[in-house]
Each structure stands twice: as C-alpha cells, then as structure tokens.
C-alpha cells in the first residue's frame, strides 16, 4: 500500500498534534482499529474515511481518502478524543 500527503498539511498536523504521518500507517495493522466513513466531511467527489487505531502515538484518529486500490491519501491525524478511545476499546473487547 502507498500512503500519500500533502507536505504541508503534514506538517502542520505535526506542529499541532505532534504526529508525524509517516510514522502512523501501522493504524491499518490494527486488528481492533475502528474504521467508518466520515459522512460530515465527505462530498460527491470525495468520501473521507476515518480509522481510529493503535499508533506508537496511543490511541490515533486519522482521516484519509482511498486514491486508487493501493493508495491511501491522509489528510489529517490526531489523537483520539475520549468518546473515539471508548469507540476503540469496545471493538477490542468484541474481539
């Protein structure tokens, strides 16, 4: 799989969150991440997907668009709010 950013919106979500992109994409290892649309911010032209999973970070929420079959395009990350990490741990304990 390739993962694909714009350098600048990482860097930003890296000054804000400190969470670097490059450093996040073994959220889609995760057996127990939660993985859904982002129906908000989705448009005709675009569905947005959100993954809240397991980083070196902790608990991360990412957003992310499907380019093509192998390429994922991040457009922000952060860590997890509280209801998302209560999300997450329900999935793990359904496993």
Do not use: C
């Not at 694909?4 to 057996?31: L, M, N």
């Not at 093509?68 to 793990?92: C, G, P, Q």
Request: aromatic share 14%.
């Amino acid at each position: 799989m390739n993962y694909t950013w714009h350098e600048e919106k990482a860097e930003g979500v890296h000054r804000k969150h400190a969470i670097e992109f490059a450093k996040i994409t073994e959220i889609f290892s995760d057996p127990y991440a939660v993985e859904f649309i982002d129906e908000q911010h989705s448009t005709d032209e675009e569905t947005r997907y959100a993954i809240i999973g397991a980083t070196r970070y902790g608990v991360v929420y990412l957003v992310f668009t499907e380019i093509s079959e192998d390429e994922l395009h991040f457009i922000t990350a952060r860590l997890a709010e509280n209801w998302m990490v209560k999300e997450y741990e329900k999935n793990r304990k359904r496993s």
